[in-house]
Each structure stands twice: as C-alpha cells, then as structure tokens.
C-alpha cells in the first residue's frame, strides 16, 4: 500500500537558488510543450505523446539557447512531460478542465521520481543535498518519489510518497453513520448513541482581517514593490483560512476513524449545492474534503466508506419492516 506523508523544509539560501532554476526550468518545459502540442493539434487534428515530447526535449537541450535546461534533474523534467500526458488524458476523460499555462507568481510544485531518501533528519534530493525538514513519522517503507511545491508565501513542502505494510487486522467491527449539514457540520449514530459537532466557520472568522488585507492592496499602484508585498499578504490570509478548515476536518475524520470501522455517509451533489444560495457556506465547510479525508484514512486501517446514493429514500423508511411510506413529505417553514 502506498502512503503519502507532507512535512515541511527548510532549504537554504544556495538550496532556494537551485531548486527556483528547477522550477523554472519544469515550468518552461509544461508551457514550451503544451505551447507546442496544441499548435500540431490544429495543424494536424493529434497532439504530441509523451515519447514524441521526450524526444524532442532530447535535442532541444543540446540547442545553444537552451543549454540552460541541463542545470535542472533530467528526471524532473521528463516527469513533467508525463504529467502533461496524464493532464491532456483526464481532460479528453472528462476528469479535469483543460490543461493551463504555469505562472512562477503561484504555487509551484516539482517531483523527483527517484534517488530520494531519508538522511539526518532530512531529506536528501537530487542536485540539491540534504534538505533540512520536520519529519513528524518514521518512514520504513521504500520512498516512491517525492514531490516539493512553493507556496505563494514563500513556504517549502515535500510530499513523500512510500510503501507501507498493507497487513491490518480489525479486532471489532463498528458501524456509524453520519450526517453532514450546516447548523451542525456532523452528526454521528452508531445504533445507541449519537453526537454533533459544530462547523468552525473560518471563512466567515477571518473574513474582517481578509477585507483589510484587500482593501490595503486595492490602494497599492499596479506593477510597484509595495503591491506584490500586499498580495503576499492577502496570500497568507487564505493560506490561514485553508490551513484551519483542513485541520478541523483532519481531527474530525481522525476521530471518526479511530471510534469506527465503517462509516457511512450520503454521497452528495457538491457542485450542485455550490450553485444555491448556500455556496458560501457549503465552500466553507468543505464536505468533499472531509470525505476524502475519511476515506483514504479508514482504507489505512483496514475500514471503509460506505457512500449511500442521495436519492435513497431513507426517511420514508420503517427502520424496524422497511415499510416505505410514500405519503410522507418534507415540511418547510
């Protein structure tokens, strides 16, 4: 079973410059060869493989104006065409939106496929070294790949993808089902006993100290130092916003998880529910994030999620016979 753990590094100064031309040098590949592969679509309705890109990288690092590419992890790159293989596969699936230009003033990200691996309480990286990091776990397990991105404010991250031991053993079976709503973010029954917790709200917590930090750059002239300072501001606002919901809903989901071995949840329209009146709220609470959350974690342990279609007529049902009673409809106030 593979395992993902992110923690954060701490690069220094010589280790920010080379992993800044790596990232520059993984972004000018994307944007040169979708540039590339869109312009041969129109000429001749196919666009370019995967091989067809990496061979013609091959010689394009060997062109005088584009020597510079050499200072960049050959694997990097080539990992970065296959993302955008994969990119233009899940676009012509219907997965994903079309594939976009990367710009160096948002998050930024590179993975290194191979020689990755765990050294003094670091993380040593190609070309780069032993990166200082804030390993939380011991990882046993063969690390896959490791992907780092660059925040918009400045902050490193590595993702480190591992194998783990996949033998879990579940000693007793427990079942809940729970409710997700908006007055009460979760509401959990086991058969005997039943809680809620309450939403936290941090859109709507932060939102005075966002409208500050917006109002602070709309009077900042365009193109000046003093804008890109009040963006970076208004950057860490979000971050902050993102950071408490996703750990709200990492303590949830880690407490459902350790109580039962199986969850079950309605499968709701989340895009549906964006596009009411609700979408604020819906956005803030951030059901799919729980979901997913719950998901992965109970697969870990040996558990499941267990999604009930939207339509399935519970309340109408007898919990004892299964009489349904179609008479039985919704009160408004």
Known sequence: MLNVLKVRIYPNKEQELALAKNLGCVRFVWNYYLNKTNNQYLETGKGMTYCAMAKDLTQLKKQPDFEWLAEATAATLQQSLKNLESAFKNFFSKKTKFPRFKSRHKKQSIRYPESCSIRNKGIKLPKLGVVKAKISQVINGKI????????????YFAAILFEMDDSTTIEKLKISGIDLGLSSLVTVFDGETTYKVDPIKPTRKYAKRLKRRQQAL??????????????????????????????????????????NQIVVAENLSIKGLARTKLAKSIHDAGFGMLLNFLDYKLEREGGKLVEVDRFYP???????????????TLLYS
């Open 144 to 155: 896959k790949s490791v992907t780092v991105s660059k925040t918009s404010t400045d902050k």
């Open 218 to 259: 709309s009077r900042k002239a365009k193109g000046s130092n003093n804008r890109k300072k009040a963006i970076k501001e208004v950057a860490k606002v979000h971050e902050k916003i993102a950071n408490t919901r996703q750990d709200f809903l990492h303590k949830i989901s880690r407490k459902l998880c350790d109580e």
């Open 314 to 328: 519970s309340t109408k049902l007898c919990s004892c016979c299964g009489f349904k009673n179609d008479l039985l």
